[in-house]
């Protein structure tokens, strides 16, 4: 079916494991080939794709995958702000399908009920909006 390039920050190795888990389940079930390719931290995502991307790519698509947890300085705002704007800027300028699963939460347990605890799981739903993005990019009429 789709090859898929997950792309995950390694930050919080615990959260990083748990979206992978869920992005990985997915893109099994629905079919697709995939490869992964960890990164230091979420501001790595955008410029890891855009590497990726501008080499020729064999990826149909991206799946970004991470965490951000609010602290006490301003680093939060910045993180989550400019990795998602590299994403939507490569979405958009590229012409990438990238489903954007990076977890911006105020607590850990926000995070860890995203990542998966209770059955939701974030890097599922980051996989099912890349592939619905790619699926949209072949049925368009140009």
Known sequence: MYRILIVCAGFYQDLAAELIRGARSELDRQGCTWDLEMVPGALEIPAAISTVSR???VYDGFVALGCVIRGETSHYDIVAGESARGLID???TW???IGNGILTVDTAEQ??????VDGRNKGRDA?????SLIRLKQSSVT
């Not at 995070?111 to 998966?116: I, S, Y």
């Not at 996989?127 to 592939?131: D, K, S």
């Open 90 to 92: 490569l979405a958009i």
């Open 127 to 131: 996989v099912i909006a890349c592939l």
């Open 95 to 97: 012409d990438l399908a």
């Open 55 to 57: 080499r020729n790519s």
């Open 111 to 116: 995070a860890r009920v995203r990542a998966g």
